[in-house]
């Protein structure tokens, strides 16, 4: 049986060792393939800046777990005005100052599901993504999805996301990512 724990930012770095932990055994490929954007250490260090204080408003954290073990993980926040999530954009159509204009209540920025290995194909990701975005009260949601990662970008798809552009973040050494949007009940 499933259950699912929700943390905010400060309990989110309460649990950083079993967040890292999840990561580690999710990502086994990606962090064997030796990119550095990939490490564990990179991963954590952008952790750390999504539950920091200063600018974790909002940051929601949903645990998985199988029989109280670990399984899996999502989170994300709602974009505030000048949101640096959306620097680089290049929008698919439409106006892009109209697109990325957030106000803390327009867009939901998911920001990481990941199941560990040996818990896959059992709907844990499903689970995780419904967990996270159940109850939202934002318009819409956000995420970013590398464009062959395509059993991800299948999911989403069937899951009702749609792409809307592409972008390459910030942090050192990151892809460059197709940027989906779902919008969200109200």
Not at 50 to 65: C, I, K, M, W
């Amino acid at each position: 049986m499933t259950e699912f724990e929700h943390f905010t930012a400060a309990q989110a770095r309460g649990i950083r060792d079993t967040v890292e932990d999840v990561y580690q055994r999710s990502y086994v490929d990606a962090i064997a393939s030796g990119d550095p954007f990939d490490s564990p250490a990179e991963f954590m260090r952008r952790f750390d800046a999504y539950t920091n204080p200063d600018r974790s408003s909002g940051f929601e954290l949903v645990l998985a777990r199988v029989d109280g073990a670990p399984a899996g993980q999502s989170w994300g926040w709602p974009l505030q005005p000048g949101a640096a999530w959306w620097g680089g954009l290049q929008l698919d159509d439409g106006d892009p100052a109209a697109f990325t204009a957030e106000t803390g209540a327009r867009t939901f920025a998911l920001s990481e599901i990941m199941v560990c290995t040996e818990y896959t194909g059992r709907g844990i990701a499903r689970g995780l993504h419904d967990e996270l975005l159940r109850g939202r009260t934002e318009q819409r949601a956000t995420l970013l999805v590398e464009p062959d990662n395509d059993r991800a970008y299948g999911r989403y798809r069937k899951w009702g996301w749609y792409r809307v552009g592409a972008l390459r973040p910030g942090w050192d050494d990151a892809p460059t990512f197709d940027v989906l949007t779902l919008t969200l009940p109200t």
